[in-house]
Nanobody, 119 residues
């Protein structure tokens, strides 16, 4: 069983930055594709970014491309989401997730961390 724990959320002003971290338990973390998603109350969960097991491939939603960067450190069992030039519409609960099969469904989810961007 893999456990994912997000941290780094908070309240920031528009234009500022935050870095989210997702720490994973388990020795097989380095073999998982990882992703970040976000969800506001009453809305559907939205894909934000994903990264392959090696870190060699990254994918972004068009709404965050050029502002957010996903990365991972397999030695630390951690995936990051660097968020720059934050906008009020980036306000959401952010979740990290792990996929055992690349391109397949996400099997493991964290509990989420709140990001609030004030105008």
């Amino acid at each position: 069983q893999v456990q994912l724990v997000e941290s780094g959320g908070g309240l920031v002003q528009a234009g500022n930055s935050l870095r989210l971290s997702c720490a994973a338990s388990g020795r097989t973390f380095s073999s998982y594709a990882m992703g970040w998603f976000r969800q506001a109350p009453g809305k559907e969960r939205e894909f934000v970014a994903a990264i392959s097991w090696s870190g060699g491939n990254t994918y972004y939603a068009s709404s965050v491309k050029g502002r957010f960067t996903i990365s991972r450190d397999n030695a630390k069992n951690t995936v990051y989401l660097q968020m720059n030039s934050l906008k009020p519409e980036d306000t959401d609960v952010y979740y990290c997730a792990g996929a055992v099969v690349p391109g397949g469904p996400y099997d493991y989810w964290g509990q989420g961390t709140q990001v609030t961007v004030s105008s």
